[in-house]
């Protein structure tokens, strides 16, 4: 399903997992091109829904792509980010919803968008902003942050093993101004055989870069936190995650949900009695179909997880 240039990944499977009652109150948590959004809609008849997005470009375009359901109260957009989920439903007088989906990542229209500096591809300013009201941008990271802090950063949220020559090659390169000039940094501090191996060669850097700029993996943890606390009974959660670092994250939450507590031996405890409070459905990620895969490349990474709340 195409929309606002993008494809959405994992469209039937992450609504389905939410097994959608029609009466129900559900969060869309990136609400992006509005895929997941529509097909939400099209599950719920009293129900209501609250799409959430950093990005006012999503926002404006969803105004006018939703504007029916807008206009009868069954859908809310909500320009902020889903780090702010609680206080902003509860804004609206919501306090427990039945269901709720992440599509993580970066939607395509920014990745394509050559003004937002998301990628390698296009010759931009630094900027990799999801919000752009904020005022960190990828500028100031590459610019401003000290060596070590900005080898650490690629280290851990890109998982590079070039991380120390590409920080070094960019402190000492300085300023830099646009993405094209960081590509050819980061091409410069890897070994020539590196550079003709599968991939982009600045590929894990640009995500480090980016996952800095938008405190990404901080805000997942909030936002899975709240997401799970205002969950009703038999209420589910839908994550789709597309890098190794998200993916860990969503597994250990929902194994620490759905684990029950560890009690010291001899305390006269049924197991019925130590039951953990949420169900994890997917012990193992659905995964793209092969036919997904074929119109959409961007989907290989994808992995979906869910997890219910059982009392």
């Known amino acids: 399903m195409e929309d606002y240039g993008h494809v959405t990944v994992l469209l039937n499977e992450a609504v389905d997992l939410l097994d959608v009652d029609p009466t129900g109150v559900y969060v ?4 992006g091109g509005g895929g997941h959004t529509s097909k939400i809609l099209s599950k719920i008849t009293t129900g209501k829904l609250y799409s959430f997005d950093q990005d ?26 889903f780090a702010n ?3 902003e439903l509860n804004e609206l007088g919501v306090e ?46 590459v610019n401003d942050y000290p060596l070590a802090k900005l080898t650490s950063i690629i280290e851990h949220y890109g998982e590079d093993k070039f991380a120390k020559a590409i920080a070094r090659n960019i402190v000492a390169n300085r300023p830099i101004e646009t993405t094209f000039q960081l590509v050819d940094v980061i091409r410069n ?35 899975l936190e709240q997401g799970s606390e205002i969950l009703k009974k038999n209420g589910r959660m ?22 029950p507590l560890k009690l010291p031996n001899g305390i006269p405890v049924l197991d019925k009695d130590n039951q ?12 793209s179909t092969p036919e997904e895969l074929e119109i959409n490349h961007r ?7 869910g997890i219910e709340r059982i009392k």
């Open 276 to 287: 953990a409070d949420f169900k994890n459905l997917t012990n193992k990620p659905i995964l």
């Open 56 to 81: 006012l470009n999503a926002i404006q375009f969803n105004q006018q792509r939703f504007k029916d359901e807008i206009a009868s109260g069954k859908l809310t957009l909500i320009h902020s980010n």
């Open 96 to 141: 427990e919803i039945n269901g709720i989906l992440f599509d993580l990542g970066v939607s395509s229209p920014q990745f394509d968008d050559e003004d937002r500096g998301f990628s390698y591809r296009f010759d931009a300013k630094l900027d990799m902003r999801m919000d752009q009201n904020q005022n960190l941008s990828a500028y100031q990271v």
């Open 299 to 305: 989907a290989a990474s994808a992995k979906l997880r």
């Open 28 to 31: 869309d948590a990136t609400l």
């Open 189 to 223: 501090s890897k070994p020539e055989k590196v550079l003709h191996t599968k991939g982009h060669p600045a590929k894990q850097a640009f995500q480090a870069i980016r996952i800095e700029v938008n405190a990404e993996l901080d805000v997942l943890k909030k936002a």
């Open 85 to 87: 989920l609680k206080f």
């Open 238 to 259: 839908s994550v789709i995650t597309f890098h190794s670092l998200e993916d860990r994250i969503v597994k250990r939450f929902f194994v620490d949900l759905s684990t």
